[in-house]
Antibody, heavy 121, light 107 residues
Framework: QVQLQESGPGLVKPSETLSLSCTVS??????????WTWIRQPPGKGLEWIGY???????NYNPSLQSRVTISLDTSKNQFSLRLRSVTAADTAVYYC?????????????WGQGTLVTVSS | DIQMTQSPSSLSASVGDRVTITCRAS??????LNWYQQNPGKAPNLLIC???SLQSGVPSRFSGSGSGTDFTLTISSLQPEDFATYYC?????????FGQGTRLEIK
């Protein structure tokens, strides 16, 4: 059974960088069938796709965040990570890592439990 | 960006009712449409992929249909555990986008 677990600070100051990691168990981030993804959800609001990374290192980001976001992969730790620069209160959200299964429908089939990140001084 | 519009935004229903949630895409997305259920404080859970394929372990009272721009999620007989928020999501184009959600409440 695949499991994903987010980790990182729950509080980040405005203008600083949000950094989260996602550890994958029960599967490999080096598998070619999957893209490793970050999604966020502001409190009481809907879901926003942030971006993905493929095992080859290929990335794709939401244009609304592209200038501030970097997703990277650490195959030795079976992890992938998110960095979001120059954060503001609008970046306060629950951040989820998820596996994007690139087959029929291309769904997010496994999700982490989510981690709340609050941007505040 | 492909806009996904769900209706209704909220819905009150009773146990045993049949309910339908619709999702409309701003352009054709073939069947690259997935449905999720989210309970408060939890991650979304995949119910249906490719518009109509029920995920393993999901009760058969859930069904999905549609292609192109118009899709539906139907729950044939509501159970207490079905009261949650439902999201549609398209994977046809980048950025991947979600509907705004439909909150299903107990009447």
């Amino acid at each position: 059974q695949v499991q994903l677990q987010e980790s990182g600070p729950g509080l980040v100051k405005p203008s600083e960088t949000l950094s989260l990691s996602c550890t994958v168990s029960g599967g490999s981030v080096s598998s070619g069938s999957y893209y490793w993804t970050w999604i966020r959800q502001p409190p009481g609001k809907g879901l926003e796709w942030i971006g993905y990374i493929y095992y080859s290192g290929t990335t794709n980001y939401n244009p609304s965040l592209q200038s501030r976001v970097t997703i990277s992969l650490d195959t030795s730790k079976n992890q992938f990570s998110l960095r979001l620069r120059s954060v503001t209160a609008a970046d306060t959200a629950v951040y989820y890592c998820a596996r994007w299964y690139y087959v029929s429908g291309r769904p997010f089939d496994y999700w982490g439990q989510g981690t709340l990140v609050t941007v505040s001084s | 960006d492909i806009q996904m519009t769900q209706s209704p935004s909220s819905l009150s229903a009773s146990v045993g009712d049949r309910v339908t949630i619709t999702c409309r895409a701003s352009q054709s997305i073939s069947t690259y449409l997935n449905w999720y259920q989210q309970n408060p404080g939890k991650a979304p859970n995949l119910l249906i992929c490719a518009a109509s394929s029920l995920q393993s372990g999901v009760p058969s009272r859930f069904s999905g249909s549609g292609s192109g721009t118009d899709f539906t999620l139907t729950i044939s007989s509501l159970q207490p555990e079905d009261f949650a928020t439902y999201y549609c999501q398209q994977s046809y184009g980048i950025p991947i986008t979600f509907g705004q959600g439909t909150r299903l409440e107990i009447k």
